[in-house]
């Protein structure tokens, strides 16, 4: 069946210089309804990313004139608010620390599954890609930029202090969980915190009137929980 006429639910930019790998993975792609820019070096990554809206960046690191790496440190350095997958062959601890280091979203040691990678790419785009499928609103109401620090609702960012993104951001990627006081302050502070655990209480009152919705639900006797069902 043609996916000619179907709307590509995300851009991705793909950055490998092995025009086999690049092909396959693109098909692959392209099958699961993505747009897909291919490029073989990074200074056309960065031309690419500059010049068009890119939801999602594939990059190898041993490309050539700019790497990988360096692609991916355009992204963080200009906020540029797009998942990233590192994709290569290097399975060095220090490389891939280097990637994690500089936030790269996932790294992915070739040769890698097709259907494998697909799944990466969705889990991560509903993490950083507005959900543009909600009819009412042209993106998702609530977006967490993990790495600017940011919470934005209806596209605007809510004045939270770093403790204040890194107690809701705990809540909201883990909506299945149920966090204690003692779980969210290990979170936020890890073990440099001592005091009552009631700042965590303040935190969640000042939260809730800063975001015009009730995100945080309150679970009596246990702790706190993301509210998925204001999650737009």
Known sequence: ?????????????????????RDV??????????????????ETALEILSSQPIDLAILDIMVPKKSGLEVLSHIRENNLNLGVIMLTALDD???????????ADDYVIKPVSPLILMKRID???RRTKPDRSVENNS???LVVQKESYRVLFDQNPLPLTISEFLLFQTLY????RVFTRENLIMAIFNEEYIGNDRIIDAHVKNIRKKI???????????????????DL
């Open 212 to 230: 015009p919705l009730p995100f945080i639900r309150t679970v009596t006797g246990v702790g706190y929980q993301f509210n998925e069902e204001y």
């Open 173 to 176: 990627e883990n909506p299945q």
């Open 25 to 42: 993975l693109t098909e692959y792609m392209k099958l699961s309804q993505y747009e897909v820019v291919g490029v073989a070096d990074g």
């Open 139 to 141: 993106a998702k109401r």
């Open 123 to 125: 889990t991560i785009l």
């Open 93 to 103: 601890e220090r490389t891939q620390l280097d990637a994690f280091n500089h936030l």
């Open 1 to 21: 069946m043609s996916t000619s006429n179907v709307k590509a639910k995300a851009t991705i930019l793909f950055l490998e210089d092995d025009p086999v790998i």
